[in-house]
C-alpha cells in the first residue's frame, strides 16, 4: 500500500532529508531505504524522486556527485549544512503536527 500522494506537503522532502543525514545515498538506495523503513507504506516512483532531488540540490540543501562503484557510476546525493537546518525545521514541524493529529484523535504517540 503506497502513502506517497496521501503525505503531507513536505514530508517527502523531510524523510529524503533524514535518509541523507545519515550517509550519502543513490536514487534506487534511498527509494529501497523509504520503502524498507516504512514497511513498504512509502513507495516512492524514480519520477517522483528525482525531480524532487533536483528541487533540494536547486534550493542548496543537497549536493551531489558520481562515484564508481563495482564498476558502475553511480550519482550520489549529500545533504549540506543548509540541508541540515531545513531539516531540523521541518522535523520541529512534524513533531507539533503529528502531536496535534494525535492529541484530536487521541492516540498514544510512541
Known amino acids: 500500500m503506497s ?3 496521501t503525505l503531507p506537503a513536505g514530508s517527502t522532502a523531510m524523510l529524503l532529508l533524514k535518509l541523507l543525514s545519515e550517509k ?10 523509504l520503502r524498507e523503513r516504512s514497511q513498504n ?5 524514480a519520477g517522483t524522486l528525482y525531480p524532487l532531488l533536483h528541487q533540494l540540490e536547486k534550493k542548496a ?7 564508481e562503484v563495482s ?3 553511480r550519482k550520489y546525493y549529500a545533504i549540506t549544512k543548509e540541508g541540515r537546518r531545513q531539516l ?6 512534524w513533531k507539533r503536527y503529528a502531536n496535534a493529529m494525535s492529541r ?3 492516540w498514544e504517540v510512541q
Open 71 to 73: 564498476g558502475k557510476v
Open 41 to 45: 507504506i512509502f513507495e516512492l516512483k
Open 104 to 106: 484530536v484523535l487521541r
Open 24 to 33: 550519502d545515498m543513490y536514487g534506487y538506495e534511498m527509494i529501497e531505504a
Open 61 to 67: 540543501y543537497l549536493d551531489a556527485y558520481e562515484k
Open 88 to 93: 531540523e525545521q521541518k522535523e520541529g514541524e
Open 3 to 5: 502513502a506517497e500522494k
